[in-house]
C-alpha cells in the first residue's frame, strides 16, 4: 500500500457508526486486536513489550492483548496494560465478565502496577460510568474503556492505519493505491 504524498491523509469517512457496524461481521473478532496492534505501533516510538494474537489465535487462553510501554498517549497507558476486547452486542456483559475473570485470576501481572483496559468497536455511551465504577474498586492501577468513537479518534491520528482499516470496512481510501 502505497500513500500519495500528503502529509496527513484522511481516514476517508471510517466513523464510529462504520465501526459499530463492523462489529457486526463475522470478522471483527478476528480483526479487532490486530487494528489494535497496528493503532500502538503506529502511535508509539518505542513499545518495549506489545503481545496482541489475531485471527485464528483469537481463542487462545490469557488476556487478548499485553502493552508496555514509558509513556502513555491519550489511548495507551503508560506502563503495563492488560487488554480485552469485545465486538458482539452484548459488549456490556462480556466487559463485566472479562474484568470479573481477571480480578478472580489476573495471571502473572501485578494488579497494582497494571491498567487494565477494554475495547470494544461499539457505541458505548456510559462507558465512563462503568470505568469509574471499577476503578473504584481499587484492584487495578487504573481502568479504561475505548469505544466506537475513541477508535474513530485513535484513527484520525494514525492515518497509515486509518488507511488499512478503511479497505478492511470495504471502504477505498482517497490518495491510496497498491503498488
Not at 509513556?71 to 474484568?99: C, H, L, M, Q, Y
Request: charged fraction near 25%; aromatic fraction near 10%.
Amino acid at each position: 500500500m502505497i500513500i500519495s504524498g500528503q502529509k496527513n491523509v484522511p481516514n476517508n469517512g471510517v466513523t464510529a457508526i462504520d465501526l459499530d457496524r463492523w462489529a457486526n461481521e463475522s470478522d471483527a473478532r478476528f480483526s479487532l486486536p490486530q487494528l489494535i496492534r497496528r493503532l500502538v505501533l503506529a502511535s508509539m516510538s518505542q513499545v518495549p513489550k506489545l503481545d496482541f494474537a489475531s485471527g485464528e489465535e483469537v481463542s487462545r487462553p490469557g488476556y487478548d492483548g499485553y502493552v508496555q510501554c514509558k509513556v502513555g498517549t491519550a489511548w495507551i497507558p503508560a506502563g503495563a496494560s492488560v487488554w480485552e476486547t469485545g465486538v458482539n452486542a452484548g459488549f456490556k456483559s462480556k466487559a463485566e465478565s472479562d474484568f470479573q475473570k481477571r480480578q478472580t485470576n489476573p495471571g502473572t501481572v501485578d494488579p497494582k502496577a497494571t491498567t487494565w483496559v477494554f475495547v470494544t468497536p461499539r457505541d458505548w455511551q456510559d462507558r465512563e460510568i462503568w470505568r469509574k465504577a471499577k476503578a473504584n474498586l481499587d484492584f487495578w492501577a487504573d481502568v479504561h474503556v475505548l469505544d466506537s468513537s475513541d477508535l474513530a479518534q485513535w484513527l484520525d491520528a494514525t492515518p497509515s492505519v486509518a488507511a488499512w482499516a478503511a479497505r478492511l470496512l470495504g471502504k477505498r481510501p482517497d490518495g491510496v493505491s497498491d503498488g
